[in-house]
């Protein structure tokens, strides 16, 4: 499977309750993706990008007063799980000001292990 069709499998398992409270609120009337991006970065990252070579990313996105992140390889290839939240509203997400930054935890989280399996997919 492609990495554009993973991601696609991985948006259509999204859901409100896979925010946290906070943004549940703020995700309101915004695109469907908005608020998952760590969550489908992370997911991304231990179902292909981690054996590949793509690392976290993340960078602060002004205009919607929030932070950003997708997955980058050393050549600078990205893979970018929720980029139509900003991209429908005509905003260029600044990847050349973002930094590696590692997940919270080690192992998939709670949440990304929820996407993970509602996208049908199993964590090897």
């Known amino acids: 499977m492609s990495p554009f069709e993973l991601i696609r499998h991985l948006q259509s398992a999204l859901t409100p309750e896979l925010l946290k409270p906070a943004w549940r609120t703020r995700a309101a009337n915004e695109h469907r993706t908005f608020g ?47 980029a139509e939240q900003f991209t429908t509203k005509g905003i260029e997400i600044p990847y050349a000001r973002g930094r590696g930054s590692g997940f919270l935890t080690k192992e998939p989280s709670k949440r990304c292990k929820i996407l993970i399996q509602r996208a049908g997919f199993v964590i090897e």
């Open 36 to 82: 998952h991006c760590y969550v489908v970065t992370e997911a991304l990252y231990h179902l292909y990008g981690r054996s590949r070579g793509y690392e976290p990313r993340v960078v602060q996105v002004p205009e919607l007063d929030t932070t950003h992140w997708w997955l980058q390889n050393a050549e600078g290839k990205v893979l970018d799980g929720t």
